[in-house]
């Protein structure tokens, strides 16, 4: 979709974002309460965030400068705080995926009982659903992750399962992978395609119809992929899936100057942007393993060394 493409399979759009939020809800963690989960999340989502939003910033930028076109910009430096769209427009779900794990950090600290834990999800969700009814928007990205919420929450329930551990009900799966990719497309192709459309903050259809449609979609998927196993090329996007992120929409956005006169440009699009990005994951690796959630800034270290640089010298 974000090379250009107008080809979208039935279910796709029920089917993409929520399974984002569902493996993430597969991987939450409390790592010991709310401060001490906050800096993790700061280091795995809000520091990558601030590096690939300030460095499409600068491209974007160096660029009209060389034009002599800087005063047409129409980005700024603070839009990510009061605007859903930005340059580098794929990073917003990074500061979404920040909020959900906080606000489910939250919830699950102070409701033990899984009923009412659901239920505050849920009630979480219909005050997404009202902003998108009544078009607010919320400051960075809080509204999408409203709307977000009970998809994380499906993942968190989803690894309380066996579902998608080892089994060898090979037959039974199978069976369930129809039932559930067939109750997902169908409703996709005979309701119009009923899904949330997180950045903008809309729902199209009717909100229990979308939940079942998307939750359909994301566990057919999920035990689709269970009976395919591992693919090493996509376990490796998928491991530092955070760098393809950052700079895919940046590649696409230059590449897609040079290739819109070749026949299948959409398609060329999409190859040159996967294998540039691929590419680039061990350059990132190497020298920013900071900035791309792969390292953890220390804070007492920071302090520590902030301090010694600040100290005056003895006489």
């Known amino acids: 979709m974000h090379c250009g493409s107008s080809f979208e399979p039935a279910g796709f759009r029920a089917l993409r974002m929520p399974l984002y939020f569902v493996l993430s809800g597969l991987f ?8 001490s989960t906050l800096w993790k999340k700061t280091n795995k989502l809000i520091i990558p965030f601030l590096f690939f939003y300030l ?69 979480t969700g219909l005050i997404g659903y009202y902003f998108a009814h009544e078009s607010i928007v919320l400051p960075i990205q809080l509204s999408p992750a409203l709307n ?33 990719l067939g109750i997902g497309i169908s409703l996709s192709v005979f309701l119009d395609q009923p899904c949330i459309s997180f950045l903008e903050n809309e729902i199209h259809g009717n909100l229990i119809i979308v939940y079942i449609t998307s939750a359909a979609m994301v566990i057919g998927t999920l035990l689709l992929c269970k009976q395919i196993g591992r693919l ?9 899936s955070i760098i393809p992120l950052g700079v895919h929409w940046v590649l ?30 061990p350059v ?32």
């Open 148 to 180: 977000s919420l009970p998809f994380f929450y499906l993942g968190y329930l989803l690894k309380r399962t066996s579902l998608l551990y080892p089994s060898e009900r090979k037959s039974f799966e199978w069976g369930l992978i129809v039932v559930f």
């Open 252 to 281: 696409i956005h230059y590449i897609n100057k040079i290739v819109p006169t070749l026949p299948h440009s959409a398609l060329v699009n999409f190859v040159l942007t996967v294998v540039i990005s691929i590419c680039l994951i």
């Open 232 to 240: 090493p090329v996509i376990s490796y996007i998928g491991r530092y």
């Open 28 to 35: 939450f963690k409390d790592y010991g309460g709310l401060i």
């Open 55 to 123: 460095l499409a910033h600068c491209i974007i930028q160096l660029n009209f400068y060389i034009k002599g076109t800087i005063n047409e910009s129409p980005y700024h430096i603070f839009d990510f705080i009061t605007k859903s769209y930005y340059f580098n427009r794929p990073i917003w779900f990074l500061l979404c995926l920040f909020w959900d794990n906080i606000i489910f950090l939250c919830i699950c600290r102070n409701v033990k009982n899984g009923i009412i834990r659901g239920i505050l999800v849920l009630l």
């Open 284 to 315: 990132f690796l190497k020298y920013f393993p900071y900035f791309t959630a792969q390292k953890d800034l220390d804070i007492n270290a920071i302090k520590q060394k902030a301090a010694t640089f600040v100290k005056l010298p003895s006489r």
